[in-house]
């Protein structure tokens, strides 16, 4: 499908360093970017699709990098089916397992966690959940996993491993673990802060120097957040990634937030939400975030933006995450909600106010254009002005 967007009035890059892209327009084809500033009308004519941004704000679609799937678009956890496709209206248009950790009976042994892993990966590479991409198949970290073993499910596809959930004795023994599957190629992912269901135990700044994993989840705590003192060593003294999230502590989020920009290290704060979980179900969990760490904060919202869109790309190796000629076509339309005080979305957001999501494009694909089920509708009415395909895009069913 050859899709464009014209008529945007500002494109937030998800780059924070250089955040805005000269022109109106972005052309799609074939699931990828191919053109970011004014289209020709030859370029137009060729599209199945046309949209009409109405001087909204177009930037990449949100990736939440810990989310807690199982198997399809339902939550044991909280018995809850299609909220994938639910965050979808939030913005969201990428999830990365936070490891099947929820699904019901799961395995310890070895070649139980591999065989979940495996499992889960096949499934979701078969699957997308109202048009939202899902990395699944993040292994459990284990006693007993050789690295054999790593190196085996790694040919599989499997490429992200978790750290938090094993039945170790202590988390010093992760160590050996982590090294395994980073030697494997796998990009391993830690919980940090205080436990938070029973299986799991704290984790705090003396175990990620010893583990030295490469993205540090909820280190703002999932609930509970690690010892504020713990929070410089991370930072200054490591290179893990600094991932906050929705379900933890706002306070040390900001702080972790404030000791990373003060410190040149922001390409390293992550924003994801830890959902669904005890927090609950959180559709609108990341865009909310988002707003919480600019208004509550010194620093511009296109620079959270990117936090929740090109940095967790660059960390977790995507091809998301910005709006560039090549990347993933995953893009959003927002503008400030309906009956606000501010003008734009990014006023919006710095003011306090979550941004109404008015299109969401997956792949270069259309999954609505014109209303989200799950924020205020936009200040600027968002329309199809082309649409070749057999195919209501409009959600006004919702």
């Known amino acids: 499908m050859r899709t464009a967007i014209v008529n945007i009035k500002t494109i937030v890059t998800g780059d924070w360093r250089k955040p805005f892209a000269e022109g109106d ?7 990828k970017i191919q053109k970011i500033g004014t289209l020709n009308k030859t370029e137009l004519k060729s599209c199945d699709v046309v949209i009409d941004a109405n001087k909204t704000t177009a930037c990449p679609g949100l990736i939440d990098s810990q989310v807690h799937i199982a198997f399809g678009d339902y939550t044991p956890r909280q018995k809850t ?9 939030g913005g969201v248009t990428s999830c990365l397992s936070a490891s099947e950790v929820h699904v019901p ?20 590479d078969n699957i997308r959940p109202g048009g939202s991409r899902v990395y699944a198949g993040c292994i459990i970290l284990e006693p007993g996993l050789t690295q054999k073993d790593f190196n085996e499910v790694a040919k599989k596809g ?9 039945a170790v004795k202590t988390p010093f023994d992760y160590t050996p673990l982590v090294r395994m599957a980073q030697k494997a190629g796998m990009l391993v992912n830690c919980h940090t802060g205080g436990a938070s269901i029973p299986g799991s135990s704290p984790i705090i700044g003396k175990h990620l120097m010893d583990m030295r994993p490469d993205v ?7 609930p ?9 060593m991370i930072v200054n003294e490591t290179d893990i990634a600094l991932q906050i999230c929705q379900a933890g502590n706002i306070r040390t989020a900001l702080m972790c937030l404030k000791l990373a920009v003060e410190n040149d290290q922001f390409d390293r704060f992550l924003i994801a939400t830890d959902t669904p979980t005890g927090t609950g179900v959180m559709p609108l969990g990341m865009i909310k975030s988002v707003t919480e ?5 010194d620093y511009p919202a296109e620079w ?10 660059k960390i977790y190796r995507l091809n998301s995450g910005f709006i560039q000629r090549g990347k993933d076509a995953d893009v959003l339309l927002i503008d400030a909600p309906l009956g606000g005080s501010k003008k734009t979305a990014l006023e919006a957001i710095k003011h306090g106010d979550l941004a109404a999501v008015g299109a969401v494009i997956t792949d270069g694909i259309p999954r609505f254009i014109g209303r989200s089920r799950n924020t205020p509708p936009t200040t600027r009415p968002i329309r199809t002005i082309r649409n070749n395909i057999p195919f209501d895009f409009s959600g006004s069913a919702h």
């Open 304 to 313: 959270m933006l990117a936090a929740a869109t090109g940095s967790v790309a």
């Open 224 to 232: 509970i957040a690690m010892p504020d003192k713990d929070f410089p």
């Open 216 to 222: 540090s989840f909820h280190i703002n705590g999932g």
């Open 293 to 297: 760490m600019a208004t509550l904060s």
């Open 105 to 124: 009976g799961r395995p310890s042994d070895p070649e139980g966690v591999k065989s979940l892993a495996v499992a889960a990966k096949k499934c979701f």
């Open 25 to 31: 327009s972005i052309l799609m084809d074939k699931g």
């Open 81 to 89: 089916v299609g909220f994938i496709e639910s965050y979808l209206h």
């Open 158 to 166: 499997i490429w992200f491993a978790k750290a938090g959930f094993g």
